[in-house]
């Protein structure tokens, strides 16, 4: 900051329009008033006032009244400035010769020139003008000095004079200088603080949440588009609570009685509180702008649902670790029981113990499963993503599914393109979602020739693929529709609840959707992925 003031101080000044303008008023009141107080003395010939003295104060008057009107091109005032300081002092100095009762006063207007010259001029030029006044002051001195009659006549006045035209000249200078720098700071900081401004409304804006602002009267001074859209509000409302500095009573009564509840130190975060408004649950939070709330307050807004939705992802990814942790462990003794059963069965006779052991391995290949799908569900974002071609894959997958299934492909039909139509996707993940939707599907179809199906098509946009997966069977409860989703949603006595949760995951894991239709008539699951790009 030091460097940028100083090349910007060491750089010509042009003098401003307006420092002109004064300076040049300032020579015609001067002017004006010298030759106003000469005109009565002149004219009753009281002073001795010579005829050319007289017409030269008539004429810098003149000179003072043209100068003034006349508007100097911003290239020319440094040189037009120089030039006209250089007449002030020379004037002066022949005025301080002829009016010599009056040099006190005249001595006087030479340091308010070299003054004002110094203040509007730039670099070193107070140098100058000091420079030219004391030479001017010398020779004038010097020239009295040689035609006076009085001994006791010396140097003394005019070196104090001209001591006193530099130490005003030095010091006009230092003082604009350090007007300037203290003006250029103040420029840059202002030109900060806007971009700053500018930087705070474009995040303010691009916030999720909605942000009213509120000095200590409850008067409005800043929000954001969420903070309409989530109060319900148009936006000229708000914006005409913030130009008439109306208090925020007036427009959200509930929001400035929740205010008033909250406690009096809310500069650490806080949780968010529910309110209801407009048929809506929002989570309202407050902040101190300052040391406490009397000094203005932040309102944070956000949807209540979406603070319960990342609430329940917190806790289903606590819960997937829990899970995966106890499925490991569990896996061990679950091994240990399986083959302990493998052992009883090998030596069982008996029709009961060989039913018995026939239940423990049902079981325990029902647990295996379990954890085989808490383990994969951990792993969702380890994708291993490779370029294929979906209508080879799903020509693979349908043979592969009919022949583990045992199922009749009469009663499963693969409808498929001959045209090839290249994905990105995990090639274990899509085998996963789709060999369990095919399998819940046909569970619950009616298993009747074309019973189960599943095709292969393009979105009208041409830059998607689905997979469909239609059943013929009695279709979804309405109440159980809201939660198919759900881990640990089953209707079946022996599911697990996770098949379809896994599926959805793994899905959205690749950048894919899965979707569903339910109707009395069956069911349709549908898996959209993006075409891969040519």
């Known amino acids: 900051m030091t460097g940028a003031i100083q090349t910007i101080l060491s750089t010509e000044k042009v003098p401003d329009a307006q420092h002109l303008r004064l300076y040049n008023l300032y ?125 006791d006549f010396d140097y ?110 809310v500069l650490a975060p806080q949780d968010a509180r529910k309110l209801s408004l407009n048929n809506r649950d929002l989570g309202i939070r407050f902040r101190a702008i300052a040391d406490d709330m009397q000094k203005g307050v932040a309102i944070f807004i956000e949807d209540w649902s979406q603070i319960q939705t990342q609430a329940h992802q917190v806790k289903l990814a606590a819960l997937g670790r829990l899970t995966a942790n106890i499925a490991h462990e569990i ?44 383990l994969e569900l951990n792993r969702r974002d380890r994708t291993n993503q490779e370029r294929f071609d979906v209508q080879h894959f799903v020509q693979e997958f349908y043979q592969q599914f009919c022949a583990v299934e045992r199922i009749d492909p009469a009663h499963f039909t693969l409808f498929a393109p001959s045209s090839h139509c290249e994905v990105v996707f995990d090639r274990r993940h899509i085998n996963q979602i789709l060999w369990n939707l095919c399998k819940n599907g046909w569970r619950h179809s009616k298993q009747q020739p074309n019973s189960l199906q599943l095709r292969v098509a393009s979105d009208k946009s041409g830059q998607f693929v689905q997979l469909f997966v239609q059943d013929d069977g009695s279709g979804i409860d309405a109440k159980i529709q809201p939660h198919l989703f759900e881990p640990f949603m089953t209707t079946e006595k022996t599911g697990t609840g996770l098949g379809l949760f896994i599926a959805r995951e793994l899905a959205e894991a690749n950048g894919a959707r899965l979707n569903f239709i339910s109707a009395a008539n069956g069911t349709e699951f549908s898996l959209t992925i993006k075409k891969a790009i040519a």
């Open 27 to 151: 020579r015609i009141a001067a002017s004006g008033t010298l030759f106003g107080s000469q005109i009565w003395p002149y004219l009753h010939r009281e002073n001795g006032l010579s005829d050319a003295v007289f017409w030269c104060l008539l004429g810098f008057f003149v000179y003072a009244v043209i100068i003034g009107l006349r508007y100097q091109q911003p290239a020319m005032r440094s040189v037009v400035l120089k030039l006209q300081t250089v007449l002030d002092i020379g004037f002066i100095v022949v005025m301080m010769h002829f009016l010599r009762e009056n040099q006190n006063t005249i001595s006087l207007l030479l340091m308010i020139n070299i003054v004002f010259a110094s203040l509007i001029g730039n670099g070193r030029d107070w140098m100058f003008y000091a420079s030219i006044a004391t030479i001017g002051i010398l020779l004038e001195n010097t020239y009295q000095l040689l035609n006076h009659t009085s001994q």
């Open 331 to 374: 896996r061990n003794p679950l091994s240990a029981i399986s083959h302990a059963n493998q052992l009883l069965q090998e030596d069982a006779t008996e029709a009961g113990t060989l039913r018995m052991c026939q239940i423990i391995s049902d079981n325990v290949h029902r647990l295996d499963q379990i954890i085989k799908d808490v």
């Open 156 to 265: 003394t006045n005019a070196v104090v004079l001209s001591l006193s035209c530099f130490a005003s000249a030095w010091l006009s200078h230092t003082l604009s200088a350090r007007m300037q720098s203290s003006e250029t700071l103040a420029t840059q900081r202002g030109h900060d603080i806007e971009h700053l401004a500018k930087i705070n409304a474009l995040i303010t804006q691009e916030m999720p949440n909605g942000v009213l602002v509120i000095d200590q009267y409850q008067q409005l001074k800043h929000f954001n588009l969420h903070a309409c859209q989530l109060l319900g509000l148009d936006e000229s409302q708000l914006q005409q609570a913030l130009d008439s500095q109306a208090q925020i009573d007036d427009y959200l009564p509930s929001l400035v009685q929740l205010l008033s509840e909250a406690p009096e130190d």
